[in-house]
C-alpha cells in the first residue's frame, strides 16, 4: 500500500516577510510611514488552510514585532467568504469584501464582513444601510471608483464619486471610511499613477466638503502585488495584495 499523500505546503512567512518589507521600503522612500499603510491578503480562490497559514504567519510575525498591524483579509466572492470565515473564528480575522456585492448576498456578506470596499451605487449602499441598522457598530463601506474608465472594471465613475460619497456618508448604520480602486491596465508608471492621484483628489474632496460625516473617508484601498510601491507614493493607505504572498500556483477554493 502506498502512503498517502502530503498535502502541498509552503510556510508563508517568507513571502509574507518580504511584501511587508516591500511596504516599508516604499514608505521610506515617499516619506511615510509603514504603520499608515495597511496590509489586505486578498484570499480569492485560496483554500481555508493556505488562509489559515497566511494568519497564522501573520501572528508569529507580530509576536515577533508588535509594532505590525494585523492583516486583514479580502474576499472577492461572498460564496469564498461564507465558506472560509466559520472554519477561522478561531483567529479572528477581519474580513473585507473587495469584489462586486449582489443584493441578494448581502445578508451572507455582513454576518462576516466588517467592511465592504466595493460599494459603487446608492442602490448598494441603501440595502447595506438596512441590514446594518441592527449592528453594534457602523458597518464600514469604501466607494469602489473606475478612475481608469475601462468598462471591464467595476466602480462609479469619478465624475459622480463625490455626490455619491455625500449620499453615502448621510445614511444611517454606515460608515464612510474611504476610496477604492482597481489601477489601470497598463504599463506605464504615469498612467497607473494619474488613476491613483485622481483617487486622492476625490477622496481630498469629500473629506474637505463639511458633508456629515464624510471627514471619516480619509481610506485609500489601492495598489496590488505588482504595482504597491506606485499605489503608496500616490498616498494608498491599504494595498491589496495577493500573488506576492500566496505565489500563481493553482489552489482549490476551501470548504
Same mark, same amino acid.
Given at each position: 500500500?502506498?502512503?498517502?499523500?502530503?498535502?502541498?505546503?509552503?510556510?508563508?512567512?517568507?513571502?509574507?516577510?518580504?511584501? *511587508?518589507? #516591500?511596504?516599508?521600503?516604499?514608505?521610506?522612500?515617499?516619506?511615510?510611514?509603514?504603520?499608515?499603510?495597511?496590509?489586505?491578503?486578498?484570499?480569492?480562490?485560496?483554500?481555508?488552510?493556505?488562509?489559515?497559514?497566511? %494568519?497564522?504567519?501573520?501572528? #508569529?510575525?507580530?509576536?515577533?514585532?508588535?509594532?505590525?498591524?494585523?492583516? %486583514?483579509?479580502?474576499?472577492?466572492?461572498?460564496?469564498?467568504?461564507?465558506?472560509?470565515?466559520?472554519?477561522?473564528?478561531?483567529?479572528?480575522?477581519?474580513?473585507?469584501?473587495?469584489?462586486?456585492?449582489?443584493?441578494?448576498?448581502?445578508?451572507?456578506?455582513?454576518?462576516?464582513?466588517?467592511?465592504?470596499?466595493?460599494?459603487?451605487?446608492?442602490?448598494?449602499?441603501? *440595502?447595506?444601510?438596512? *441590514?446594518? =441598522?441592527?449592528?453594534?457598530?457602523?458597518?464600514?463601506?469604501?466607494?469602489?471608483?473606475?478612475?481608469?474608465?475601462?468598462?471591464?472594471?467595476?466602480?462609479?465613475?469619478?465624475?459622480?464619486?463625490?455626490?455619491?460619497?455625500?449620499?453615502?456618508?448621510?445614511?444611517?448604520?454606515?460608515?464612510?471610511?474611504?476610496?477604492? &480602486?482597481?489601477?489601470?491596465?497598463?504599463?506605464?508608471?504615469?498612467?497607473? $499613477?494619474?488613476?491613483?492621484? %485622481?483617487?486622492?483628489?476625490? *477622496?481630498?474632496?469629500?473629506?474637505?466638503? $463639511?458633508?456629515?460625516?464624510?471627514? =471619516?473617508?480619509?481610506?485609500?484601498?489601492?495598489?496590488?502585488?505588482?504595482?504597491?510601491?506606485?499605489?503608496?507614493?500616490?498616498?494608498? &493607505?491599504?494595498?491589496?495584495?495577493?500573488?506576492?504572498?500566496?505565489? =500563481? #500556483?493553482?489552489?482549490?477554493?476551501?470548504?
Amino acid at each position: 500500500m502506498e502512503p498517502a499523500a502530503v498535502p502541498y505546503h509552503v510556510p508563508l512567512d517568507a513571502p509574507l516577510a518580504a511584501v *511587508r518589507d #516591500r511596504v516599508a521600503r516604499a514608505c521610506a522612500a515617499a516619506g511615510r510611514r509603514p504603520q499608515d499603510v495597511t496590509l489586505l491578503l486578498a484570499s480569492k480562490a485560496q483554500t481555508t488552510a493556505t488562509t489559515r497559514e497566511a %494568519l497564522e504567519a501573520d501572528a #508569529r510575525a507580530r509576536a515577533a514585532d508588535p509594532s505590525l498591524r494585523p492583516v %486583514l483579509l479580502g474576499e472577492s466572492k461572498v460564496q469564498e467568504l461564507v465558506a472560509k470565515a466559520p472554519e477561522l473564528v478561531d483567529l479572528s480575522p477581519a474580513w473585507h469584501v473587495i469584489g462586486p456585492l449582489q443584493s441578494n448576498k448581502v445578508n451572507a456578506a455582513l454576518r462576516w464582513a466588517s467592511c465592504v470596499e466595493s460599494v459603487a451605487s446608492l442602490d448598494l449602499a441603501r *440595502r447595506l444601510s438596512t *441590514r446594518a =441598522s441592527g449592528r453594534a457598530t457602523p458597518l464600514d463601506v469604501m466607494l469602489q471608483v473606475n478612475v481608469s474608465g475601462e468598462p471591464t472594471k467595476q466602480g462609479v465613475t469619478p465624475q459622480d464619486a463625490v455626490p455619491l460619497a455625500v449620499a453615502v456618508g448621510a445614511l444611517e448604520g454606515l460608515r464612510l471610511v474611504g476610496f477604492m &480602486t482597481i489601477g489601470a491596465r497598463s504599463d506605464d508608471d504615469r498612467v497607473v $499613477g494619474e488613476g491613483y492621484d %485622481l483617487l486622492r483628489t476625490i *477622496r481630498d474632496e469629500v473629506v474637505s466638503s $463639511g458633508a456629515p460625516r464624510t471627514a =471619516s473617508a480619509s481610506g485609500l484601498s489601492m495598489g496590488m502585488s505588482g504595482d504597491l510601491e506606485l499605489a503608496i507614493a500616490c498616498g494608498a &493607505t491599504m494595498v491589496r495584495v495577493g500573488t506576492a504572498v500566496f505565489g =500563481s #500556483r493553482p489552489a482549490v477554493a476551501g470548504r
